[in-house]
């Protein structure tokens, strides 16, 4: 992870930008907000520590907050997400388990295991963050439709994102 810092810093970047600067500008009537940057945690490696995951998904999520004005709303979902990851990747493991040196990226491990996983902690995220932005359950249905629809949306772009970078480079 060391050798590959400077690549990760990049894609912090990046990722950041592209949500603050134009996917937070990007909302179908108000139900699908498209949240990109979480793909930053999906795609660390497998072998990052959980002290280190949960950290860099607070700096993740406070990085987005202070540019959305949302009050710590996205750490928390950013780290309650990084929690889970780990047990996440124990449901979906192969059976031989993870090989050193790979990722958890699609190029590794398919389209398969790679949506299922996103799938799990994308849905962990987006619910988290859209029942803690209204705090009340008097909207449950149309919460968990903008939660669900969201969720589509992400899934959706961090899959295009995952085949345009297939080939090319690690992220």
Known sequence: MIKSLPRYILSFIVLVFLQVFILNNIQFSGY????????F??????ETP????????FALG?????????IG???SATVVMAFFRPYVLKIFAPRDGYESETLPQL????????????????????????YVE????SNFFSTFARAILSSIFTI???LISQYFYRKDSRL
């Open 62 to 70: 406070l990085t987005i907050d202070l540019f959305s004005s949302t």
């Open 73 to 75: 709303m996205h750490s």
């Open 32 to 39: 699908i907000n498209p949240y990109i940057y979480v793909l």
């Open 41 to 46: 945690i999906l795609v660390l490696p497998f």
């Open 50 to 57: 959980k002290w280190l995951l949960l950290i860099v998904a």
């Open 156 to 158: 959706i772009l961090v």
């Open 134 to 137: 209204v705090f009340r359950f």
């Open 107 to 130: 190029r590794y491990y398919g389209a398969s295991w790679f949506l299922r996983y996103s799938v799990f902690l994308i849905l962990i995220h987006h619910f988290f963050l859209f």
